[in-house]
């Protein structure tokens, strides 16, 4: 017969325990430090990457600029090309109230800048022919880093001829409109110049540079929309026409066969 096993006491059992909990810390904390040590790895590597990107994006943006040049000269044998675009892109047509559109049919090239670290900001250059709204030949806008760090905005100084700043114009109609109806004009394109509240985030100036200037054709070449519904409207008029015919035929063979 063999002999009984040996009772453990409540006091070796909480003593192993105790040891298996240190074990268990002591292997957390060493696999924490080893995930630091990874991760440092990643970011250097993450760093890395950056700086190589950088140097790529610099690399193709200076051998964009032959080509946006050329686009530039096409472009503007094309009358209304940039009003059109604006008008036919979601986002800036929002914008838009009916004088800025007149306004804009004097805009005849849009160039978009990024500065040579490309990282540190950009600039959108407006070129205006003589028109009834303001002196300027160009406006501009400027997205850059300040000395602390922080994103900032400047622009040109909007030189508006007398009775014509739409800036102050938009915000009368508004009330005007207010009063009278619901649906307001939006507040003036030009505003936008004005505006450095947030530069950071400034979405106008990210949709132009980022959505827009890398290829206007596709919103230049947007369909009317209002065209559209018209054809659709023409054609069913022709069908029904057709139809029309068709049951005037068929009523006069019906005559005929009596």
Same mark, same amino acid.
């Given at each position: 017969?063999?002999? @009984?096993?040996?009772?453990?006491?409540?006091?070796?059992?909480?003593?192993?325990?105790?040891?298996?909990?240190?074990?268990?810390?002591?292997?957390?904390?060493?696999?924490?430090?080893?995930?630091?040590?990874?991760?440092?790895?990643?970011?250097?590597?993450?760093?890395?990457?950056?700086?190589?990107?950088?140097?790529?994006?610099?690399?193709?943006?200076?051998?964009?600029? @032959?080509? !946006?040049?050329? *686009?530039?000269?096409?472009?503007?044998?094309?009358?209304?090309?940039?009003?059109?675009? %604006?008008?036919?892109?979601?986002?800036?047509?929002?914008?838009?109230?009916?004088?800025?559109?007149?306004?804009?049919?004097?805009?005849?090239? /849009?160039?978009?800048?990024? !500065?040579?670290?490309?990282?540190?900001?950009? *600039?959108?250059? !407006?070129? %205006?022919?003589?028109?009834?709204?303001?002196?300027?030949?160009?406006?501009?806008?400027?997205?850059?880093?300040?000395?602390?760090?922080?994103?900032?905005?400047?622009?040109?100084?909007?030189?508006? +001829?007398?009775?014509?700043?739409?800036?102050?114009?938009?915000?009368?109609?508004?009330? +005007?409109?207010?009063?009278? *109806?619901?649906?307001?004009?939006? $507040?003036? %394109? %030009?505003?936008?110049?004005?505006?450095?509240?947030?530069?950071?985030?400034? $979405?106008?100036?990210? /949709?132009?540079?980022?959505?827009?200037?890398?290829?206007?054709?596709?919103?230049?070449?947007?369909?009317?929309?209002?065209?559209?519904?018209?054809?659709?409207?023409? $054609?069913?008029?022709?069908?029904?026409?057709?139809?029309?015919?068709?049951?005037?035929?068929?009523?006069?063979?019906?005559?005929?066969? *009596?």
């Amino acid at each position: 017969m063999s002999a @009984p096993a040996a009772k453990v006491s409540k006091k070796e059992l909480n003593s192993n325990h105790d040891g298996a909990d240190e074990t268990s810390e002591k292997e957390q904390q060493e696999a924490i430090e080893h995930i630091d040590e990874v991760q440092n790895e990643i970011d250097r590597l993450n760093e890395q990457a950056s700086e190589e990107i950088l140097k790529v994006e610099q690399k193709y943006n200076k051998l964009r600029q @032959p080509f !946006f040049q050329k *686009r530039s000269e096409l472009i503007a044998k094309i009358p209304n090309f940039w009003v059109t675009t %604006f008008v036919n892109h979601p986002q800036v047509s929002a914008l838009l109230g009916e004088e800025d559109e007149e306004a804009l049919h004097y805009l005849t090239r /849009v160039e978009v800048t990024e !500065f040579e670290d490309i990282k540190s900001g950009y *600039r959108i250059d !407006f070129y %205006f022919d003589e028109n009834p709204y303001f002196e300027n030949k160009v406006l501009s806008k400027e997205f850059h880093l300040n000395e602390s760090g922080d994103p900032s905005s400047k622009s040109t100084e909007i030189k508006w +001829k007398s009775g014509k700043d739409l800036t102050k114009r938009s915000s009368q109609t508004q009330n +005007k409109a207010s009063r009278k *109806r619901q649906h307001e004009e939006p $507040e003036s %394109f %030009f505003t936008w110049f004005t505006d450095h509240s947030d530069a950071g985030a400034d $979405e106008l100036g990210e /949709v132009i540079k980022d959505d827009i200037w890398p290829n206007p054709l596709q919103y230049y070449l947007v369909p009317d929309m209002d065209d559209e519904e018209g054809e659709g409207e023409e $054609e069913d008029d022709d069908d029904e026409e057709e139809e029309g015919l068709e049951d005037i035929d068929e009523e006069g063979d019906e005559d005929e066969g *009596r």
